[in-house]
């Protein structure tokens, strides 16, 4: 059964304190691996694709990375405005996607 | 990307009542998707809707309690049925799009059942 697991549920930071969110999953062949960012009350934004091992993406503070069994979502110097929760997910057959559980950062200045 | 619309924003419905959501696409899409997360939740799908065939349903849910209507390629609607409590979650569409099948969300209805 496909699963996806991501760690730590929450994170709490000091603007400018790096860190990195992780996400492993377990799928009968990778179709991709998505990142979203989920502010309250909001749809999912979509942030990130990833299709191969060794693979990596930046956006702004954002990079992702991934290997054949999990993906980082590394956040350098961050700021307040990216405390959000977190989704990564990957396709099920016929592109649905399923869900890890998120990790909900919080920035403070 | 995509711009996609829901309606209503949010809601608050009694118990054993109906309300359908709406979902709008800027263009047209060959696959929508139906999803609720639950208060505290991540995203669990109901159903995947395309248009000019019966949507097909994710283990946990069924059709006399989401029907979802797909009458053409830019429009969908999910109606709650007979709501409990329960039924109190965001619900959201979303499709897919581009070269590498990204997949992208409305901004959700928030529904509160009483």
């Known amino acids: 059964e496909d699963q996806v697991t991501q760690s730590p549920e929450a994170l709490r930071l000091q603007e400018g304190e790096s860190s990195s969110l992780n996400c492993s999953y377990t799928v009968s062949g990778l179709r991709g691996l998505f990142w979203y960012r989920q502010d309250p009350g909001k749809g999912p934004e979509f942030l990130f694709t990833l299709y191969s091992a060794g693979e990596e993406k930046e956006k702004e503070r954002l990079k992702a990375t991934l290997t054949k069994k999990e993906s980082f979502l590394h956040i350098t110097a961050p700021k307040p405005e990216d405390s959000a929760t977190y989704l990564c997910?990957?396709?099920?057959?016929?592109?649905?996607?399923?869900f890890g559980k998120g990790t909900t950062l919080s920035v403070s200045s | 990307s995509a711009v996609i619309s829901q309606k209503p924003s949010r809601d608050i419905c009694q118990r054993g009542t109906s309300l359908t959501i709406q979902c709008q696409v800027d263009?047209?899409?060959?696959?929508m998707f139906w999803y609720r997360q639950q208060p505290g939740q991540s995203l669990t799908l109901i159903a995947t809707?395309?248009?000019?065939?019966?949507?097909?349903?994710e283990s946990g849910f069924v059709i006399d309690k989401f029907p979802i209507s797909r009458p053409n390629l830019t429009f969908s609607t999910l109606t709650v049925s007979n709501m409990s409590p329960e039924d109190s979650s965001i619900y959201l569409c979303?499709?897919?799009?581009?070269?590498?099948?990204?997949?992208?969300f409305g901004p959700g209805t928030r529904l509160t059942v009483l």
């Open positions: 809707a395309n248009q000019g065939s019966e949507a097909t349903y």
């Open positions: 263009s047209q899409v060959t696959m």
């Open positions: 979303s499709v897919v799009r581009g070269s590498y099948n990204e997949q992208f």
């Open positions: 997910a990957v396709p099920q057959a016929g592109t649905a996607l399923i």
